[in-house]
């Protein structure tokens, strides 16, 4: 994907107390999304079994053994990954990814 928006958020999330565990698991993904080609969710669950497609074209990410949530939102025909959400289980359960 050509365009993945907000690695802001990303960098903000680890570099948080208690969150540097997440950076390298985060560099990897970012790293991964950047060269993928995807063309609809078919294709991103074939790279990633375990991401989670939801509406909205919205999918999430384990990240670091699941410990954390990645919810983007995708746009297939521009190659634009949008990040909507990075977080632990309890502040996941706390949102509606399918809005957020």
């Not at 969710?41 to 990633?48: L, T």
């Not at 919205?58 to 990240?63: P, S």
């Amino acid at each position: 994907m050509k365009n993945i928006i907000a690695l802001g958020t990303l960098v903000k999330f680890w570099e948080q107390p208690g969150r540097l565990d997440a950076e390298q698991p985060l560099r990897v993904w970012y790293s991964e999304v950047k060269k993928a080609n995807w063309l609809n969710p078919h294709d991103v669950k074939k790279q990633f079994g375990s991401a989670s497609l939801i509406t909205n074209n919205r999918v999430v990410f384990n990240i670091k053994g699941n410990k954390y949530q990645l919810v983007v939102q995708i746009n297939y025909s521009s190659s634009w990954v949008f990040v909507r959400f990075i977080g632990t289980h309890d502040e996941y359960d706390e949102i509606d990814a399918s809005t957020i």
